[in-house]
């Protein structure tokens, strides 16, 4: 087993671990406060994650973690499914549907054709779907402009690069990952317009060997700085940026601990607190109606974490800081 696999299931055991320890607390502090919510009162939050699963400390869980916020701040309950096994996603949500959970999210487009089947089937049921829209009047909305983001990302990787290469790795061909694609090249591009930027995709969200090997060609090509959003197929690409000894940008959470030699920055994509403030404020307005929510850098739902690794990085972050605020107001 690679250490990337063992780590990842590390940290998939060590939250669900951490999700049954803080249950079990709110289960005790509920028995010694009459006041709370009795449980059959509290709203209730299904999430169904895409096929990574948990421990991907990306996109899932950051999803995860708003809910836990939500659970300690505003007293829901909730209960998650994973692919596991199964052909598609239809089982997960219709065990969500059926627990009677008050809102089911479903965390990335791969779960869009999946969720609408069962929205149709379950007109009442309340259902947001993160990174697309559906026309389903049931199917709630989150989605975020990675361009917007991903632009800072390719300033960065020109500012740093001295091949005048630099690479970007796709999980999937799709309209949300090409936000990313575009918003690096156009942010690379506005630092030097003669900077090569080299494109591949990788067809998986979770194979950090794929990840690796797509790594070490796009080096050989010459690229010193990589950025990917390719989910746990991304991990691969910045283990494989440090052992080449060039440098990498993280995404969606701060991903310096996997290469702390090569991660330069990371683009942070706030899933976790855009779910948490969908719950909150569904759960004190009630709001009728299909939700669609848009967040980028106005809403500060992106930014890039602290620049390290290089020798120039105060300089480099006040720099991004007012490319920052020219380009959006932040």
């Not at 300690?72 to 065990?95: A, S, W």
């Not at 967040?295 to 992106?302: I, S």
């Amino acid at each position: 087993m690679g250490l990337g696999i063992m780590k990842k299931r590390l940290f998939a055991l060590t939250m669900t671990a951490g999700l049954l320890l803080a249950s079990c607390g709110n289960n005790s502090a509920q028995n010694e406060n009459s006041t709370e919510l009795r449980v059959e009162d509290r709203f209730k939050v299904g999430i169904m994650l895409p096929d990574v699963g948990l421990g991907d400390q990306s996109f899932a869980d950051l999803a995860v973690a708003g809910l836990i916020e939500a659970r300690d701040e505003l007293g829901i309950m909730f209960d998650y499914r994973e692919l596991g096994n199964e052909p598609n996603y239809e089982k997960g949500i219709k065990e969500l549907v059926e627990e009677g959970n008050d809102l089911i999210f479903a965390v990335g487009f791969s779960l869009q054709a999946d969720l609408e089947k069962i929205a149709k089937a379950n007109p009442k049921q309340q259902f947001v779907l993160i990174d697309s829209e559906s026309d389903i009047e049931n199917i709630h909305s989150i989605t975020f402009k990675e361009n917007e983001g991903s632009y800072l990302a390719g300033a960065l990787a020109a500012k740093t690069s001295k091949t005048g290469k630099v690479a970007f790795l796709g999980g999937m061909v799709d309209p949300v990952i090409e936000k990313f694609e575009k918003g690096f090249a156009e942010g690379a591009k506005a630092v030097n317009p003669t900077i090569e930027v080299i494109v591949a995709y990788a067809d998986t969200f979770s194979d950090d060997k794929v990840g690796k090997a797509m790594a070490a060609n796009m080096i050989q090509q010459g690229a010193d700085v990589l950025y990917a959003a390719a989910g746990y197929t991304g991990v691969g690409l910045l283990q494989q940026a440090q052992e080449s000894g060039v440098l990498a940008i993280g995404v969606d959470t701060d991903q310096y601990t996997y290469a702390e030699k090569a991660v330069v920055s990371s683009m942070l994509k706030n899933i976790d607190v855009a779910v948490y403030e969908f719950v909150e404020n569904y759960t004190k307005e009630q709001p009728t109606g299909q939700q669609r929510i848009a967040l980028g850098m106005k809403e500060k739902a992106m930014k890039l974490a602290p620049v390290r690794v290089i020798d120039n990085a105060t300089k480099i972050e006040d720099e991004l800081n007012i490319l920052s605020q020219q380009q959006f107001g932040q």
